[in-house]
């Protein structure tokens, strides 16, 4: 499948994005009463615009009780009055769209806060079957036991008694976020409103929280169940009946044979997140070793056409080593948290900078990673400035503090008394905000910053990192990650040095005889491929980007530049008029621009 024309207008659009994650309290304090809010977020959308993101996934800011970060919703129709109200929030979906970029919402559709009418009124003693039907209750604390605990640092069970009605009901996470009934028609209904509702302001897509969980069924381990997805199909059914360019995007934690089931034929979810991939990146690193990407992803089946995997390095969670094998855990946490603090229920509470020891080239690396391999990258908010974290502040909130604008008071994110703010800005002596900052960043054209803009820019230039096919280069050197994406007249090449010491490779290009490889940032045409292996010298941790060009392709810097000469009859003036106007912008300034390295 094919669309051609503006990103912002395609149905695919999602296949071409590059995804935000932020919450909307971390980013811009606009009212000054130290919470970020829509106002505040709004006045940064330039910001996003220049980073070169197109789509932006907003955690959850709906009503709610604030135990699980918003996850525990409690009213899903209302905009928290921490964040402001619901034009703020038209208006930053407006001028989100004005730029062209897309606004992911969270549907938390598996559980509500327990302060949620819904569950308020079904727990009442003497509540009628239809409300209490809501939530899954229980005589006893008895049934499906072979569901895991998921949050195993804080809960003992998926059953809590409630006081008020004697009787325990059923959740998957914090016991004040009970789950909701799927088996009842009218919680369906209920959620099927709720997506109206966000979907006819203009929100263009809707992460779905903990999906696999939705439906129980005794003797199962209660996940990944067919009823789960056949809800997700009717789900999606409603959504393109209904509304045109919309995605929805599973959270599903899952290994990669379970998390394809959320595609469906097509006809579920359009994307999914990649977990198992995640932590086989940061294994592939500290191995020096490209095995564990590869066999996962060989492990991994092909998707429908239309379906596409989100992929990232970290979020607003823990850095989760729920897909991974004992043996593999155990490695991660030795080498990626030593400090037991950093641990929490089965991962690493820790940002993409203090994971990677603040290490540039390690940084870079595994960026380019994630906008190298199949899917979409989904980038969170303050890692592209290489942002610290404080795991101090207890569960997951180390990883959730304001974002870094300046070294002025809070960072620049508030002007309020500093103990106002939600969560304390990073103040550790490595990252802190006096240094690591926006401002300091953009002032600074080596900056990790203005790093990941450039490759960003690169990156949309080609269709085949979202859209192409991938196919690896076995090479005898193992510390060295080559592959090809391909999209259909554009080839790619990619090559990472996974080593901190410098290589040598041999690569079997042979059926890219008569190619040659250009270096896509420098546009140096690299040495023509031949049948023989071709060898390449890599530094350490170096990684590059090549187009296969099937001409030759002479080197911009020795190209002997001829500069086209204007004649003028009369003055500079009639230059630009229109006939002279329409060669220059046409012809003449395209082509030098196309000569130029920048
Ligand atoms: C998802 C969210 C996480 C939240 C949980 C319960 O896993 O990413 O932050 O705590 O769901 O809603
Ligand atoms: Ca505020």
Redesign the pocket.
């Known amino acids: 499948m094919f669309d051609s024309g503006d990103f912002s207008e395609t149905p695919l659009w999602y296949k071409d994005a590059i995804i935000y994650e932020l919450h909307v309290k971390t980013f811009f304090d606009k009212n000054g009463d130290g919470i970020g809010d829509f106002k505040g977020l709004t006045e940064k959308l330039d910001y996003l615009e220049s980073l070169g993101v197109n789509a932006i996934w907003l955690?959850?800011f709906f009503p709610s009780p604030l135990k699980?970060?918003g996850?525990?919703i409690s009213d899903y129709y209302d905009i928290h009055p921490h964040y402001g109200n619901m034009r703020d929030f038209k208006n930053f979906l407006r001028e989100a769209h004005h730029r062209g970029m897309k606004v992911i919402i969270e549907l938390?559709l598996?559980?509500t806060s327990d302060q949620h009418k819904w569950f308020q009124r079904a727990r009442k003693k003497d509540a009628p079957k239809k409300w209490r039907d809501f939530y899954v209750w229980s005589d006893k604390p008895d049934n499906y036991l072979d569901a895991r605990i998921?949050?195993q640092d804080f809960e003992t069970s998926n059953w809590t008694r409630d006081p008020e009605n004697e009787k325990f009901f059923w959740h998957?996470?914090?016991s004040h976020?009970p789950d909701l009934n799927y088996d009842n028609p009218e919680v369906q209904k209920e959620i099927f409103k709720i997506i109206d509702f966000w979907m006819k302001m203009g929100v263009d897509g809707m992460r779905l929280?903990?999906v696999p969980y939705l439906f129980e069924r005794e003797g199962t381990n209660c996940e990944n169940l067919p009823e789960s997805i056949d809800f997700l199909k009717k789900l999606r059914a409603h959504v393109d009946r209904y509304y045109q360019n919309r995605m929805i995007l599973a959270?599903a934690?899952q290994w990669p044979e379970d998390a394809i089931l959320y595609f469906g034929n097509g006809d579920a979810c359009h994307m999914a997140f990649h977990f198992p991939l995640m932590p086989r990146m940061f294994m592939a690193l500290r191995m020096e070793d490209r095995f564990p990407i590869i066999d996962i992803l060989e492990q991994t089946p092909p998707i429908p056409d239309n379906c596409q995997w989100a992929l990232f390095l970290r979020?607003?969670?823990e850095l989760t080593l729920e897909m991974v094998t004992d043996e593999e855990r155990d490695y991660m946490y030795r080498v990626y948290a030593r400090d037991k603090a950093a641990r929490i229920n089965l991962g690493i509470r820790r940002r993409l900078a203090p994971l990677l020891e603040n290490h540039r080239r390690k940084m870079e690396i595994m960026k380019f990673l994630l906008l190298s391999l199949p899917g979409t990258p989904t980038l969170y908010y303050g890692d592209e400035i290489a942002m610290g974290d404080n795991h101090f502040l207890g569960d997951?909130d180390g990883v959730r503090t304001p974002m870094q604008w300046s070294a002025d008071r809070n960072a620049g994110f508030s002007r309020a008394n500093p103990q106002k703010l939600y969560l304390p800005v990073t103040i550790d002596p490595e990252y802190h905000y006096e240094t690591v900052n926006v401002e300091n960043q953009e002032q600074n054209q080596t900056s990790f910053l203005w790093w990941v803009k450039r490759v960003i820019a690169m990156r949309k230039n080609f269709k085949a990192f979202g859209r192409g096919t991938i196919e690896f280069l076995h090479p005898d050197n193992p510390k060295i990650l080559a592959f090809l994406r391909k999209y259909q007249d554009e080839i790619i090449l990619v090559v990472i040095n996974l080593s901190r010491f410098s290589q040598v490779v041999e690569l079997d290009l042979s059926p890219y005889a008569g190619y040659t490889p250009v270096e896509v940032f420098s546009k140096n045409p690299f040495p023509v491929i031949q049948e023989k292996p071709y060898i390449m010298t890599l530094g350490f941790h170096t990684y590059f980007w090549f187009v296969l060009k099937k001409e030759v392709v002479a080197s911009p810097e020795k190209k002997v530049r001829e500069i086209s000469l204007l004649k003028s009859k009369s003055d500079w003036i009639e230059l630009f008029s229109s006939q002279l106007k329409t060669k220059i912008e046409s012809m003449i300034l395209p082509q030098f621009l196309m000569e130029q390295r920048w």
């Open positions: 955690l959850p699980d970060d996850y525990d938390v598996n559980h998921i949050f998957r996470f914090y976020q929280d903990a959270e934690n979020n607003h969670d997951r």
